[in-house]
């Protein structure tokens, strides 16, 4: 088989010479010459953007490539491609740039000017290296592995304010608590809050993986914020304006990523629907809509399920709605909110006890909610009704939505059944332009 090898040179006579000795090397498959680091790595994100094996084994970085400093696209390559062997082309072979390169990934190290001899052992050892890594991977393979791996749940909210954020940190506390290795994502990509829920200063976000075509563990790992719950998290950007970086596309790659690296993923997904909500709603395996007992929020739910149904990403009946903020008191009562909103509502619902959360939601401190209170105790206990506490992943074949078990909690003893006085169902079916497809991008106005 050819090795296929990628010049990087920003020296239109060095390029010439290189040129001609890749040429002369046996077996080989000499690349048309890159003149700079911005082509290059587009290059490379093109030809693997099908599998690894559209990648050159081997990819020849000339000190002087520019703009970007050649030991910075010597890593990105290492991070974005690991199954490329990167070698240095250098006038400064000294033991300082040599350690250097190998820091940042390189597989060797050529000496200006570069002999016949030297260029024909470093290709032959790095070509040798990256067919490992391939052969390591199997063809076609995700560097992840293969399987739907750990369990994916949302938490979309029916509008804003209903206790989305809270109910997504304290479920994906709860998987950690329980052994399974959780990551924690912020897909509410302009309004996210799970940073200030749980005091977290971070430099790279969601934002950040967006443009990376071949998401390795390196990469990911690297973007994670280990918090000290334990949760590995992955938040919204700090500038909003950077939500359009996060494409349908890209969400669907960072959500298979993160299954296949953790056992547990919970996605805070807001109120607010778009291409990347959209694709994380479709492929989980339970999709939580959270909802008050009051009209307002019922009816979001309705709005919600409706446009989800549209659009054809998800089911009414595979929908899980949780009650946030319940008492006996309030006429709107679960079964109520079963019938309007034709989802299955859990047994669990939140209670409405706004001092255990006063002290934690004004320290960002949400990590720390009082064990023994009624809010952590009931959202730790919706999180085995999510199946993320407990019980075997679910097979490929399994249809989304969780348990099929009567989610509709028995009316308490001496309470009075719920009337729905006052309660107006919401019927208009709104102006959302209707696209039939399986997923896509989409708002209500």
Not at 8 to 15: C, I, K, N, T, Y
């Amino acid at each position: 088989m050819a090795t296929r090898i990628l010049p990087a040179v920003g020296d239109a006579d060095l390029a010439h010479a290189l040129t001609g000795l890749l040429g002369r090397l046996p077996g080989a498959e000499p690349q048309p010459p890159i003149g700079n680091s911005t082509s290059l790595l587009d290059l490379l994100a093109a030809l693997g953007s099908e599998s690894v094996a559209g990648l050159p084994e081997v990819v020849l970085v000339h000190e002087r490539i520019g703009p970007r400093p050649a030991l910075e696209v010597v890593r990105e390559i290492a991070l974005r491609f690991p199954a490329v062997g990167t070698v240095l082309i250098t006038g400064d072979a000294s033991p300082a740039v040599y350690s250097a390169a190998m820091d940042s990934g390189a597989r060797g190290v050529l000496p200006l000017p570069i002999g016949y001899d030297d260029l024909a052992a470093r290709v032959e050892a790095v070509a040798a290296w990256s067919t490992g890594v391939r052969r390591h991977l199997g063809p076609g393979e995700s560097p992840f592995g293969a399987g739907r791996g750990g369990t994916l749940v949302t938490v979309t909210g029916a509008k804003g304010g209903v206790g989305t954020t809270l109910t997504a940190v304290q479920l994906a506390l709860a998987a950690q608590a329980s052994g399974r290795e959780t990551a924690l994502v912020d897909l509410d990509l302009q309004t996210g809050d799970v940073a200030s829920f749980l005091d977290v200063q971070f430099r790279r976000s969601v934002a950040d993986l967006a443009g990376i075509s071949d998401l390795t563990p390196r990469v990911l790992q690297d973007a994670v914020f280990a918090h000290e719950s334990g949760l590995a998290l992955l938040l919204a950007p700090a500038e909003g304006e950077r939500a359009e970086e996060v494409t349908e596309t890209a969400a669907r790659q960072l959500l298979t990523a993160l299954r296949a690296r953790y056992d547990a993923v919970v996605v805070d997904c807001g109120a607010h629907l778009d291409a990347a909500g959209a694709a994380a709603v479709e492929n989980a395996d339970t999709a939580l809509l959270v909802t008050t007992p009051d009209v307002v929020a019922v009816r979001g739910v309705k709005r919600q399920v409706r446009l989800w149904d549209r659009l054809q990403i998800r089911k009414a009946e595979d929908t899980l709605t949780v009650v946030n903020r319940h008492t006996r008191s309030t006429e709107i009562q679960p079964p109520l909110i079963a019938r309007i909103t034709g989802t299955r509502v859990a047994r669990t619902t939140v209670p409405a006890a706004f001092k255990e959360l006063q002290g934690c939601l004004d320290s960002s401190r949400m990590h720390e909610l009082d064990s023994k209170g009624a809010v952590r105790q009931a959202l730790w206990a919706l999180a085995g009704e999510a199946g993320l506490v407990g019980g075997e992943r679910r097979a490929d074949g399994d249809r989304p939505g969780g348990t099929r078990a009567a989610l509709v909690p028995a009316q308490a003893p001496g309470s009075a059944p719920p009337t729905g006085k006052g309660l107006v169902p919401y019927g208009a079916r709104g102006t959302l332009t209707t696209r039939r497809r399986r997923r896509g991008p989409a708002g209500e106005g």
